[in-house]
């Protein structure tokens, strides 16, 4: 395929998490906007950090008055787990060309790796590929924000949190049940879930969900060389 029917396939993917992040990022431009943040600094915060959690965590922290170096030092913190996400997709990016992998690594969210690792499973992709997965669900958070900050006075922070939750909560079980191709795909999500209750109820912050996945991860290669020996 040429470079923009590649970057038009990746855009196409990327329509479900588009449709998750319209809702979500109206809630966050809603919550931003009732905080006291203005418009554009609503959109500047989505087009420069591109952090759901973090972005939430940030008009919550600064709404409570908190300092901008601590803001700065939680939200580097809770995005740690980007780190876990980019080191299993290495792999894959070792064909790209460099000077496209900090626009990758810029496009990184939980909902598109989780794409990204279904595309990867069903044969190589380009990076123009993952460019257009990126960028469209990119430009989905930033218009939700862009709608959020503009229309959200005319919500309460209450209904604003409760769209973020149910849209939240719909986009990642859509994503999973499309992963899901057979027995050991299920039984690794189902065990995944378990494990991050689990340690959720006695580790503090998001660290639950690396060690969760870290575990799953683990258990997954140790069952494949069984399988094999």
Known sequence: MTAKEQWLAGAGKALPVVLGYLPLGFAYGALASLAGIS????????????????????????AAGAGSLSIIATVFLVNLRHLLMSASLSPYLQKFPRQSLPLV??????ENYALACGEFSRGER?????????????????????LGGIFGEL????????????ALYAMFIFLLVIQISDKKLLLAGCLSGMLALLFYQVIPGSWYIILA???TATLGVMMEKWQKS
């Open 155 to 166: 919500f309460n922070s209450t209904s604003a949190a409760y769209t973020m939750e149910f």
């Open 39 to 62: 418009l554009p600094y609503i959109v500047l915060m989505s087009l420069l950090v591109f952090a759901g959690s973090g972005q939430f965590i940030a008009v919550n922290m600064y």
């Open 126 to 146: 380009g990076h123009y590929y993952l460019l257009g997965l990126f960028s469209t669900s990119h430009a989905g958070w930033i218009g939700g924000s862009a």
């Open 213 to 215: 996945t870290v575990c």
């Open 105 to 110: 690594a810029f496009g990184l969210t939980d």
